[in-house]
């Protein structure tokens, strides 16, 4: 099953909800099956070669091979009952090659040798078609290729090596507790991606990678039927680049105090549902919100995506030249305001860096899709655009000698582009602490959890909403707020930040599936910060009336 | 082979059945050949063709159920599929709210698949776009666009006897044509079950013209205006209403349907008079599937009348539980097939315009989000061509806006209704509006 198809059969909300899509494609696994597949790498190099030298005997210049095998489980409850439990795995290969000039593409999902190599002409066949269409040949930055390699997400518990049981069990536990706290409905969910992949190229990788993410999430509803009102709130958690280890949070991982417990490295989804189910029931009672300005402070449960947004995809480079024009849009951040060196994106607190290594994302890999190692890169300097995420055929744009190895693909039948790795805002390098800034805060809103976004098509204008929104007074929090969104513009935005927390609460937020290209793909990526401040933001009162 | 005929699914699936040793047992069997093609600055970037064969089963024991999928199809793997859903069955907790299978039905055969969709090559396709950049080449405009084709089937059979089958093709274009300086961008998108009604040449030089006349956008104040809104920026701000009409969750309180108080407002007079809204599975422009993935027919229904709620859509649990008629919902959504139909005029945009004497014409929207659930309230912006109009006339291309907004507001708001035409799954007419909400501007273009 296609991980794009698995997220839509949850029909739970995620960022980028661009992409649906049922009934699934691939196969089906049992859980004994899960742990009876096994890579192996020497079979893999077999079929590899197979394709490599079939597309270059039909003319290929350069050509790479992606063997997948997506494993996914999706474990989906409501209130005092299991909707569904489904294993999936889908196992194929996707043969990109480079002929006349032009990229060409097939996948197959037979694997036997005769296949390998017909797939292999195909892709050939289709981009000599191709080459007819282009306007300039394929220009492809050097890579080094690297022989035999692995690289392993560091888990320390495979979330398919846990019997359903459990995991059931812990679901229901969390819906039991909410329904006990009083809430109207609960859903709960949890999703696990394990990506088995392997890469090889005419430049000499064969690179074998085992991936793993874990997704724990739920939505609180509660009804009041006499207003006809209601309320939901989701859960805090970050979606990970980690085993299942995740779901044991020990104190350490908790940062209590706030208006509500918030989670670091590991989450705690039971005590958070109980949380949930208090706050849903205050946010319909909750006072609205009087439009203005206010100075907000956002925890990373919901900067993260305001990130995501106005940093990560406008620094995109494929959009920035206008290969996303038709979908996704394209950048306000065009060549010249890189080159010049000098253009202003935030204030000088504003440190935005690319990493593809960040322990727990979910964008760490050994290796991108196209064999470039990974690595961590600024994008964005002491308030100053200074780079962009690049792939191997736009690195010479930027007189790079090497691609920033941003490239992937959501299935071995998807062609790899570039997507964005982990993008993240930098912790304040002074001792700063949440309780010092919301201290600082005269009037202003303290926003956790992620809520309605939108943003234009060249990431200028945006409006985000949130989970739990509270207000500052004279320094303290003295209530919780109901209807609440701020608009802005980016660079006034980002200009705009006068206070970050320090690495002390610094933590990872995440999406499992950012959409981007045609046909769509998904793709899973973390954005790190620690609480930050931002003066002078304009709110609106969402509220309306209807007959 | 991905598109089976109906002799060939039947036979596979009364193959499956035969191994089934469950209570209960139900088979989905589907296949697609899909084609695309896309590009990007006025050149080819990706091509690709996929073809997808798959069959399910869902094995039940009394309440429990299993579910498993696989794409091979000898004998051994059918029986192997069959034994892993009823085990997966056997340890499944017992579904409160499962239903026993329905038994056959006289399901009527879908209108949808036309022999020259599926029949396109990647040679076809090449040649179409062709077509589309020799539009912005000439201009000295940039485009980007996307063509896709597929063609597919599904069918489903159950240990009852219930036996269905449909097959459809289906074919979409979509350009975004910029002008050189980045100042102008218009934007087309259409789908067909006919490949000979997809003209890309001619909607090319629709995405051409407004990125011309786009260019130079003038900043007015946000506010509420009147505006005229093109079937595509209707189709984008309608969507959410129609998997509103629904029995379950307006009974639970948590939807625009459900009434203060309790209880659902079914039949009271949410929208204008002039809102009419119907499903049809067999309707020419946009045919669906005509039977639910529960094993229901999907037949033409009426969801609004004259501003008027009509049906709510009802699954067969639920209408059990509240003593009520199961009902498939539309919209492709949750229980049923058949997109959205809403009924309009004879006018024109054009003819729209000239009866206009303030107002702001768009092209589409995008990037829309869900703001209240309860209101429906969405935000998001306009893109590709947002137009002034005074006295009856376009004056000037308009910076985009940022819009909140609810639909139910919106339908309540009608002014005119324009001659509907197919927009992505819908079939919707161009609105006039009044009282339109606009929040605030962008300079993207």
């Known amino acids: 099953m296609k991980r794009r198809n698995f997220l839509g059969m949850a029909g739970m909300g995620a960022a980028g909800a661009l992409l649906h899509g049922f009934p699934a494609i691939g196969r089906s696994i049992t859980e004994a099956d899960a742990l009876m597949i096994r890579a192996d790498a020497a079979a893999k190099k077999r079929m590899a070669d197979i394709a490599l030298q079939a597309a270059r005997s039909k003319g290929a210049t350069y050509t790479d091979v992606r063997i997948g095998r997506y494993l996914n489980q999706a474990v989906i409850t409501r209130d005092n009952r299991v909707q569904n439990v489904a294993n999936s795995e889908s196992y194929g290969i996707g043969i990109r090659v480079i002929a006349n000039g032009s990229w060409g593409f097939a996948a197959s999902e037979k694997m036997d040798a005769d296949s390998i190599a017909k797939t292999a002409a195909l892709a050939v066949a289709i981009a000599k078609g191709n080459a007819k269409l282009i306007t300039e040949p394929v220009q492809l930055a050097p890579q080094k290729g690297y022989g035999e390699v692995s690289w392993k997400t560091p888990i320390e518990k495979n979330g398919f090596e846990i019997p359903v049981k459990e995991k059931v069990d812990l679901l229901l536990s969390v819906n039991d507790a909410a329904l006990k706290g009083g809430a109207t409905f609960i859903n709960a969910a949890l999703f696990m991606v394990n990506e088995q992949k392997y890469f090889a190229s005419s430049d000499g990788s064969y690179i074998d990678q085992d991936i793993h993410r874990i997704w724990p999430t739920f939505t609180v509803t509660k009804t009041d039927k006499a207003s006809g009102k209601f309320q939901t709130r989701d859960s805090l958690s970050a979606p990970m680049g980690m085993g299942f280890e995740y779901m044991f949070a020990s104190p350490e991982h908790k940062i209590i105090g706030g208006p509500t417990t918030l989670y670091k490295g590991r989450y705690d989804m039971l005590e958070d549902v109980k949380a949930a189910t208090m706050q849903v029931g205050e946010k319909i009672t909750a006072k609205s919100v009087e439009p203005g300005k206010y100075d907000l402070v956002l925890d990373p449960t919901h900067l993260g995506l305001t990130i995501h947004e106005s940093t990560g995809h406008p620094t995109e480079l494929d959009r920035v030249l206008g290969y996303e024009a038709n979908y996704a849009g394209t950048s306000f951040l065009t060549l010249d305001k890189w080159k010049t060196k000098k253009f202003n994106y935030g204030s000088k607190l504003v440190n935005i860096q690319a990493d593809k290594l960040q322990p727990g994302s979910l964008g760490a890999v050994g290796y991108d899709d196209e064999g470039v190692q990974s690595g961590q890169w600024d994008i964005i300097k002491d308030g100053i655009l200074v780079n962009y995420q690049t792939i191997r055929d736009q690195a010479h744009i930027l007189g790079l000698q090497a691609s920033q190895g941003c490239c992937y693909a959501d299935s071995w039948d998807s062609v790899q582009f570039q997507r964005m790795p982990n993008v993240s805002l930098m912790p304040n390098k002074q001792t700063r602490s949440v309780a010092d800034i919301i201290k600082s805060v005269k009037k202003g809103i303290y926003i956790i959890g992620r809520g309605s976004y939108s943003i234009d098509q060249q990431r200028y204008n945006f409006q985000f909403g949130g989970q739990l929104f509270y207000e500052i007074k004279d320094g303290q929090i003295v209530g919780m707020l109901n209807d609440v969104a701020y608009q802005s513009n980016t660079q006034e935005f980002w200009n705009s930040m006068t206070d970050i927390a320090d690495k002390n609460d610094y933590r990872l937020f995440g999406t499992f599936n950012d959409g981007k290209g045609q046909p769509s793909q998904a793709s899973a990526v973390s954005h790190g910060s620690s609480t930050a401040k931002f003066e002078g933001v304009n709110v609106i009162n969402t509220a309306r009336k209807i007959g | ?445």
């Open chain 2, 1 to 445: 082979m991905a598109i089976l005929s109906k002799d060939e699914a039947q036979a596979i699936m009364k193959k499956v059945l035969g191994f089934a040793k469950a209570d209960e047992t139900e088979v989905g069997l589907g296949g697609q050949q899909s084609g695309n093609i896309r590009y990007a600055r006025n050149a080819v970037s990706t091509a690709g063709e996929v073809s997808n064969l798959n069959l399910s089963v869902s094995s039940s024991f009394g309440k429990r159920t299993g579910n498993a999928t696989i794409n091979e199809f000898d004998d051994a793997s059918l029986e192997k599929v069959v034994r892993r859903a009823e085990e997966l069955a056997r340890l499944a907790p017992e579904n409160p709210e499962y239903m026993p299978l329905l038994g056959p039905s006289n399901f009527a055969e879908s209108i949808g698949f036309i022999p020259s969709t599926a029949a396109m090559t990647p040679d076809t396709r090449a040649e179409m776009v062709a077509k589309s950049l020799k539009v912005s080449k000439d201009n000295k405009l940039e485009s980007a666009g996307f063509l896709q084709n597929s063609a597919g089937f599904r069918a489903m059979a159950n240990s009852k006897g219930l036996f269905a089958y449909n097959k459809s093709t289906d074919v979409s274009f979509s350009v975004t044509v910029r002008n050189q300086e980045g100042t102008g961008s218009g934007y087309v998108d259409h789908s067909f079950n006919d490949v000979g009604k997809l003209d890309t040449l001619a909607l090319t030089k629709i995405a051409a013209n407004k990125a011309t006349s786009s260019a130079g956008a003038k900043a007015i104040e946000p506010g509420r205006y009147t505006v005229i809104l093109e079937p595509l920026a209707a189709s984008d701000m309608l969507g959410g209403i129609i998997r509103g009409f629904e029995q379950r969750t307006a009974d639970e309180g948590r939807s625009f349907m459900s009434k203060k108080g309790g209880g659902t407002r079914l039949g009271e007079q949410l929208f204008d008079e002039k809102v009419n809204i119907i499903s049809d599975p067999m309707n020419p422009e946009l045919p669906g599937a005509t039977w639910s993935g529960d094993g229901m027919p999907v037949e033409k229904t009426v969801w609004v009348e004259n501003g008027v709620v009509k049906n709510l859509a009802c699954s067969r649990f639920w209408a059990q539980k509240k003593g009520l008629k199961p009902l498939s919902g539309p919209g492709g959504g949750r229980f049923g097939g058949g997109g959205m139909i809403m009924a309009g005029g004879t006018a024109s945009i054009e003819d729209m315009i000239k009866n206009t004497e303030k107002g702001i014409l768009v092209t589409r929207f995008w990037y829309i989000r869900m703001v209240d659930q309860q209101t429906l309230v969405q935000t998001g912006l306009t893109r590709d061509g947002t137009f002034y109009i005074e006295n009856g006339q376009i004056k000037f291309p308009v910076k985009n806006f940022r819009f909140n907004e609810s639909p139910i507001i919106m339908l309540n708001n009608v002014e005119e209704l324009g001659k509907p035409v197919r927009s992505g799954s819908s079939i919707l007419p161009p609105m006039k509006i009044r009282d339109f909400t606009f929040t605030s501007l962008s300079d993207a273009i």
